[in-house]
């Protein structure tokens, strides 16, 4: 069974600080990576697709980056508005692992 | 603009049934991949299953042989048909545009999702 992890499981940074977030995979997946934000009592939002690749309309601070078995989200100045948990998913086979999130809070 | 709405959810007793509707408009439904995710109250996000334009579906280990997905590209429409269900498949249901090709399992526009809660 291909297992995300994902840490840390809770990060508190304020505005304009770098952020990274890390995930795992218990085994290789390639660059099949994505990263998604979901803020309470909405849909989640697609940030990053193939670990690096942005999803149409997303704000250019936000990169995806890895391969293998370890990836990483960068937020590169955090906005207020990027108060959320933060997901990745692999789908190099055909069970699309979700990580167990971090949630960002804003100091 | 893309747009999924989710209905069907509600409450149903352990071992009963219930159908999933995903209404999709502002895109080429019949060309697109669609994905089913959950989210268990509180908890992270599981995939539950995809179909493919060409009507080719896939499942997630835990609904396999309990959960048929299916589509109507006549009506636009997307369905998850859900029996035998469990407490443990309580949760927010999301309708998902796939983004397809080497990007399947990628869900790139979602719905607000409908609640379906299992219990006696």
């Known amino acids: 069974e291909l297992v995300m992890t994902q840490s840390p499981a809770t990060l508190s940074v304020s505005p304009g600080e770098r952020v990274t977030l890390s995930c795992r995979a218990s085994?290789?997946?390639?660059?099949?990576l994505a990263w998604y934000q979901q803020k309470p009592g909405q849909a989640p939002r697609l940030l990053i697709h193939g670990a690096s690749t942005r999803a149409i309309g997303i704000p250019a601070r936000f990169s995806g980056s890895g391969s293998g078995r370890e990836f990483t989200l960068t937020i590169s100045s955090l906005q207020s508005e990027d108060s959320a948990v933060y997901y990745c998913?692999?789908?190099?086979?055909?069970?699309?692992?979700f990580g167990q999130g971090t949630k960002v809070e804003i100091k | 603009e893309v747009h999924l709405v989710e209905s069907g959810g509600g409450l149903v007793q352990p071992g009963g049934s219930l159908r999933l509707s995903c209404a999709a408009s502002?895109?080429?439904?019949?060309?697109?991949?669609m994905n089913w995710v959950r989210q268990a109250p509180g908890k992270g996000l599981e995939w539950v299953s995809h179909?493919?334009?060409?009507?080719?579906?896939t499942y997630a280990d835990s609904v396999k042989g309990r959960f048929t997905i299916s589509r109507d590209n006549v009506k636009n429409s997307l369905y998850l048909q859900m029996n035998s269900l469990t407490a443990d498949d309580t949760a927010v249901y999301y309708c998902?545009?796939?983004?397809?090709?080497?990007?399947?399992?990628?869900?790139?526009?979602w719905g607000q999702g409908t609640l379906v809660t299992v219990s006696s």
């Open positions: 085994q290789g997946v390639g660059s099949n």
């Open positions: 179909i493919t334009s060409g009507d080719t579906r």
């Open positions: 998902a545009r796939d983004l397809g090709g080497s990007e399947q399992l990628v869900s790139d526009y």
């Open positions: 998913q692999q789908y190099n086979n055909w069970q699309g692992t």
């Open positions: 502002g895109f080429t439904f019949s060309s697109s991949e």
